[in-house]
């Protein structure tokens, strides 16, 4: 199992642009699926996006979409979630996951929680009006 350390976050204004990154560890990373996910006190733990193992499949939540971009560099073992355009309601504590994959699962990445079973600590992205 891959261990997840994520950072990046940070507190900016509405409109800017931040970069999270997601470094594993283990050389399996590379046939690990890739997700983060979000989550705001009181609240549950929402997708916001998600990639394949190879990167050549990803999903993103609505109201991302088109504002948010995820990669990786399995040669780096690292994820990315670019977040350009931001709006206070992303405000939120944000996690990097992963879930590794068989060639059974097809090419679009899960976006159920459920399917992540490696889980880093979160990283807090704060957005001021």
């Known amino acids: 199992q891959v261990q997840l350390v994520e950072s990046g976050g940070g507190w900016v204004q509405a409109g800017a642009s931040l970069r999270l990154s997601c470094a594993a560890s283990g050389r399996t990373f590379r046939s690990y699926a890739s997700g983060w996910f979000r989550q705001v006190p009181g609240k549950e733990r929402e997708f916001v996006a998600a990639i394949s193992a190879g990167g050549g499949y990803t999903v993103y939540a609505d109201s991302v979409q088109g504002r948010f971009t995820i990669s990786r560099d399995n040669a780096k073992n690292t994820a990315y979630l670019q977040m350009n355009s931001l709006k206070p309601e992303d405000t939120a504590a944000y996690s990097c996951?992963?879930?590794?994959?068989?060639?059974?699962?097809?090419?679009?990445?899960?976006?159920?929680?459920?399917?992540?079973?490696?889980w880093g600590q979160g990283t807090q992205v704060t957005v001021s009006p």
């Open positions: 996951a992963a879930y590794p994959t068989s060639p059974f699962d097809g090419g679009s990445p899960d976006r159920r929680i459920s399917r992540y079973d490696a």
